[in-house]
Structure formats: C-alpha cells, structure tokens
C-alpha cells in the first residue's frame, strides 16, 4: 500500500455485521425453503437486480416476489425477512472510521436497496445514537441510488468520476471477491477483507 489519500468502503460485511443465513431462514419459515435459488450476496435474479439498481420500488418488489414465490405474503412479512440479514454496527468500527477519516478521504460504495437502507440507517441511530450514518464519509454511494451495481466497471467509474479520485491513490476494501476483482482492473489498490478479520486489523 502506497501514496494513498483515499479509501472506499465497502458496508455489509465491512462496517456493518451481516448474516445472509438469517435471510434465508426467515424466508423458510415463511414457506420459501430455496430462497438462495432466487438471491445470494454474489448473484441475484432480474427482479432483485432491478431493486438493487433502483429500476422498482420496493412496492412493486413485493407484488413481483409475491408472484414469484407463488404465496400470499404480506409487504410486512417480505420486508421483516428481507432485512433479517441486517445485524449491527460494532462501536468500536465507528470509532476506528471516525480516527481513519482524519487521515484519509473515506467514501462508501455499496450495493443495497431502498428496503435495507431504511432499515440500516434506522439500526445506526438506534445502536450509535447518531442520526447520520453518511455523515460518516465525504460522500456514500448506493447501487439503489446511483443505478450502478458492483462489480461493474461503471460503478467504479462513476465513484472516481464524481470525486475527482485518482485510482491508484485510492483503496478499495470490500469482502466479496469479484468487486475485488473489478476494482484492481481499474487500478485501485484493494484490500480483501475476510472473516474473521475486521477493518480493527488493517494497517492503515
């Protein structure tokens, strides 16, 4: 790692503790035993891409999953199952982006969805008591938001584009390896964040 000035942080799995098992079991219970055949957190259906990119609101993401899963679920049941996966935002990582943003321009990019990102933003306040979760950055992007999805080479693009960032002056840190992989072909530095180790460890 050299000459950097900026960083890129990935959430689930970086900043915020995720579990995609408790998805999938709360879609079981609810009748769904296969949901990994419809979404994983490295690939996802039409329908889930569409919410991840913004193209559906999540109104119409309810009445098309409904349709797909062939079962009468209310929004309540689908959301509640939905955002399962959502765990917390360890302390001690908030403080530690709070001391690193004091030596570097940290952003965010993420891929997420209008339903997880009212849930998280709303899991912040309540675990940081803090109002602002993207106050955290210079600027947080959201796949939901900018229409960009990782790992596509565009939604690198569009990060460094709108922020004037010179790409191997920046580091990417993320815990999936094909965003990983995107970002070292742009030319950033990268950073392969796996369990168990935790932004805590980094050397930077």
Same mark, same amino acid.
Not at 14 to 38: H, M, P, R, S
Not at 44 to 63: C, V, W
Not at 169 to 177: A, C, H, M, P, R
């Given at each position: 790692?050299?000459?950097?000035?900026?960083?890129? +942080?990935?959430?689930?799995?970086?900043?915020?503790?995720?579990?995609?098992?408790?998805?999938?079991?709360?879609?079981?219970?609810?009748?769904?035993?296969?949901?990994?055949?419809?979404?994983?957190?490295?690939?996802?259906?039409?329908?889930?891409?569409?919410?991840?990119?913004?193209?559906?609101?999540?109104?119409? +993401?309810?009445? /098309?999953?409904?349709?797909?899963?062939?079962?009468?679920?209310?929004?309540?049941?689908?959301?509640?199952?939905?955002?399962?996966?959502?765990?917390?935002?360890?302390?001690?990582?908030?403080?530690?982006?709070?001391?690193?943003?004091?030596?570097?321009?940290?952003?965010?990019?993420?891929?997420?969805?209008?339903?997880?990102?009212?849930?998280?933003?709303?899991?912040?306040? *309540?675990?940081?008591?803090?109002?602002? +979760?993207?106050?955290?950055?210079?600027?947080?992007?959201?796949?939901?938001?900018?229409?960009?999805? /990782?790992?596509?080479?565009?939604?690198?693009? +569009?990060?460094? /584009?709108? *922020?004037?960032?010179?790409?191997?002056?920046?580091?990417?840190?993320?815990?999936?390896?094909?965003?990983?992989?995107?970002?070292?072909?742009?030319?950033?530095?990268?950073?392969?964040?796996?369990?168990?180790?935790?932004?805590?460890?980094?050397?930077?």
């Amino acid at each position: 790692m050299q000459n950097i000035k900026n960083i890129i +942080f990935d959430l689930g799995g970086v900043i915020l503790n995720i579990d995609f098992k408790q998805t999938e079991l709360a879609f079981a219970k609810l009748g769904i035993g296969n949901f990994n055949a419809y979404y994983t957190l490295q690939t996802s259906t039409p329908l889930f891409h569409d919410l991840e990119t913004g193209m559906i609101t999540p109104e119409i +993401f309810y009445d /098309k999953l409904r349709e797909l899963l062939q079962l009468p679920l209310s929004n309540e049941e689908i959301k509640n199952a939905w955002n399962a996966l959502l765990l917390d935002f360890p302390k001690e990582r908030i403080e530690w982006l709070k001391k690193i943003k004091k030596k570097y321009k940290i952003y965010l990019l993420s891929n997420t969805n209008k339903i997880h990102y009212d849930a998280f933003i709303r899991l912040y306040k *309540e675990q940081i008591d803090d109002n602002n +979760f993207n106050n955290l950055f210079i600027k947080a992007y959201y796949s939901h938001q900018i229409k960009l999805r /990782k790992p596509s080479k565009e939604s690198f693009e +569009f990060v460094l /584009k709108q *922020e004037n960032l010179i790409a191997d002056e920046t580091v990417f840190i993320d815990d999936l390896l094909p965003n990983i992989e995107t970002a070292k072909q742009m030319g950033l530095q990268t950073i392969y964040l796996l369990t168990p180790k935790t932004i805590l460890e980094l050397d930077l």
